[in-house]
């Protein structure tokens, strides 16, 4: 399950990456508006599946509200979703130890 959580944490992180530094410029500076909506679905998705396994997972490991408050955090700003991969991959084995 936290597998899971971290795969589709860094893929929406990278889906937001690509929407806001390949599409937005290929719809302003070259004219291609199909960009943004194509990675926007993806992206959307990508996000609903990151909020749904969040939550999952806070339920599953009993995650402090903290952890959880930098989980929802790391879904909306840039770039956050690698360090909170770190953090996650650091503690991963004591945070699947934490209840069968």
Known sequence: MLNTFRLVS????????????????????????????????????????YVFLAFAAFQRYNWTDGLMARVMVSGVVPFACFFLDKHLRAGSREVALERP
């Not at 390949?22 to 998705?45: D, E, I, N, R, S």
């Open 10 to 49: 860094l893929l929406e992180g990278t889906s937001f990456l690509l929407l806001l530094f390949v599409a937005m410029p290929a719809k302003y500076y070259l004219g291609y508006p199909q960009a943004v909506t194509l990675m926007g679905w993806a992206h959307g998705g990508l996000f609903m599946a």
